[in-house]
């Protein structure tokens, strides 16, 4: 379902639509615009968090941090909510050594899961 990891250096790293492994988060530039996907881990929205919701997805590879701020969970709110697989398009935002997301588009491609094991495949 997701590409190979490859060695990708510069300009050469993975672009919308292609997912990202997420072990290769750290290669694009601070805002680099990047699409990820995996299953869902955790949906959480804090009280204190004005309407910001933080998601954890993580694929074969390990995990990524997406923050969703209030107007895109308007905009994607069904995918959000009851996403099992999400593939998330946004801008990277580094402090220090801890990386998020910042999500743009968020997509529900959950029905890909029934693909992954066919009838008569083990």
């Not at 995990?63 to 398009?89: C, D, H």
């Amino acid at each position: 379902m997701f590409p190979a990891p490859r060695h990708y250096h510069g300009p050469d790293w993975p672009r919308p639509p292609a997912a990202l492994p997420h072990s290769m988060l750290h290669l694009p530039p601070n805002n680099a615009r990047v699409t990820v996907a995996g299953l869902v881990l955790v949906r959480q929205r804090p009280g204190t968090a004005k309407g910001v919701i933080f998601i954890t997805l993580e694929d074969e590879t390990g995990v990524s941090n997406i923050i969703v701020w209030r107007k895109i969970y308007e905009r994607f709110r069904r995918a959000v909510i009851a996403g099992r697989l999400l593939r998330v398009t946004g801008r990277i935002q580094r402090e220090g050594d801890v990386c998020h997301v910042i999500a743009e588009r968020i997509e529900d491609i959950s029905p890909l899961l029934d693909s992954l094991l066919q009838p008569g495949e083990s």
